[in-house]
């Protein structure tokens, strides 16, 4: 094995660089099902489209961002956010299910409850669910099953790739 893959697999074998790379992962295939919803009509603004704006116009920046700027914005808050949660189900793992699925709809679910029934609406970032669209919450619901449960597959196929390779 080459240098360039030793420290690839000295990365994968920590936790902390596993989750964060779930995360990232999870958080393209979150981002899908998101925009699937937009695309079939189910709400027009992305929730991290709208915690962006909000953000942004909370600390003052919102109108110095071109459009191609902002969407660059939201796209990037979303991926560092997911890689966060990811880091947050490496530390969490140990005290998950064993099985992935569950693991991860767990995580999934925990995600969204404090983002969407905690944090985000105390920090008038994004409306209570109670006002919400029913269908962007419905939406957004599924989306976090999906991403708590494609982080925790990603940090298992990271986890046995690693183990392959020794």
Known sequence: MNLTGQRVRA?????????????TIATGIMTLLIEGGRAGGLFRTAPPEEITARAEAAVG???????PAFHASW????????????????????????????AGLLFGGTVWAVSYLGVLPRLQLYPPIRVDAPARVAVMLAAHAAFGIATAEADRHLSDTRRAER
Do not use: K
């Not at 990365?11 to 995360?23: E, H, I, K, S, W």
């Not at 979303?78 to 793992?93: E, I, K, N, P, S």
């Not at 005290?95 to 699925?101: A, G, H, I, N, Q």
């Open 75 to 102: 796209g990037a808050a979303h991926v560092a956010y997911g890689a966060l949660c990811g880091v947050g189900f490496a530390l969490a793992r140990p005290l998950l299910p064993v099985s992935t699925v569950l």
């Open 11 to 23: 990365a994968v074998t920590n936790p902390l660089v596993r989750g964060c790379l779930a995360g």
């Open 61 to 67: 920046v919102s109108h110095e961002l071109s459009e």
